[in-house]
């Protein structure tokens, strides 16, 4: 199965959860590009400088100042994704316009993929570009969907206190978060802090990825309903948001 991966260039787990995700892939499916958009991290497209305002004024100096370092760090020291990917012999399709554009269409057609993997996506997918792989369109939501659709999952049910969350791959259709869930996994959370929650996630859900297209190349698919009936919600935090989040004794990291 030919794969085209979306994403976007997240600097701190991505790397390493796409490696993963190539360890365990079968040696029949191969990706044969990846989309990296830029980085998106509060659901819009901002400059690098608003970016990281609106970080300090919503999360605080400690938070801002650890992940500035980490940051830093990432970009002096360690393997860009651009590198990784041509480490590891993946085309990076350079996309000049909306990936839902014809012209971003007709480019992604041009390298035939069987099916297309979302993660990290940060663009509502249109139905050309769901309908443009013959095996359809999947994302990754770390969340137990139909709860706690839309950002920052990690950050909201250790914020409400929740006992579990989990992973969902489901197919994109043209909402957020609402199609059919193919394969899902449970997590308890325990004493863990958001960081860990990320990586936990993240790792879990590259095994649910590589199963998931198992499941589709084998047609062996038992979908899971995804009822809007049944959504919760959540968009980026606010500070109040983040203070609550502190005072119930919660740790970033």
């Not at 990076?92 to 996506?121: A, H, Q, R, W």
Request: charged share 25%; with cysteine.
């Amino acid at each position: 199965m030919r794969i085209i991966i979306i994403t976007q260039n997240e600097p701190f787990y991505l790397r390493s959860s796409l490696n993963y995700l190539i360890k365990l892939l079968p040696k029949n499916h191969k990706i044969v590009g990846c989309i990296v958009g830029d980085v998106s991290p509060f659901g819009k497209k901002e400059s690098f400088l608003e970016k990281a305002l609106k970080t300090f004024r919503i999360f605080g100096i400690f938070f801002f100042i650890h992940y500035t370092l980490k940051f830093l760090k990432h970009k002096l020291f360690e393997q860009s994704l651009n590198s990784f990917l041509i480490s590891r012999n993946i085309p990076n399709i350079i996309l000049t316009s909306s990936v839902n554009s014809e012209e971003s269409l007709n480019k992604i057609k041009s390298y035939k993929p069987d099916l297309i993997i979302s993660i990290l996506g940060n663009q509502i997918f249109k139905k050309k570009l769901i309908e443009l792989a013959p095996m359809g369109c999947i994302n990754l939501h770390t969340a137990l969907l139909p709860k706690y659709r839309g950002l920052m999952p990690t950050f909201w049910v250790l914020k409400n206190e929740e006992k579990f969350t989990g992973v969902s791959v489901f197919f994109v259709d043209e909402g957020i978060d609402s199609g059919p869930i193919i394969v899902q996994k449970k997590i308890k959370i325990g004493n863990l802090n958001q960081s860990e929650l990320i990586s936990l996630t993240k790792k879990i859900g590259m095994e649910c990825i590589a199963e998931a297209v198992e499941k589709i190349s084998e047609n062996k698919i038992n979908l899971i309903p995804n009822p809007d009936s049944e959504k919760t919600y959540f968009s980026f935090p606010t500070r109040k948001d983040v203070i609550d989040f502190n005072l119930k004794g919660k740790k970033f990291y």
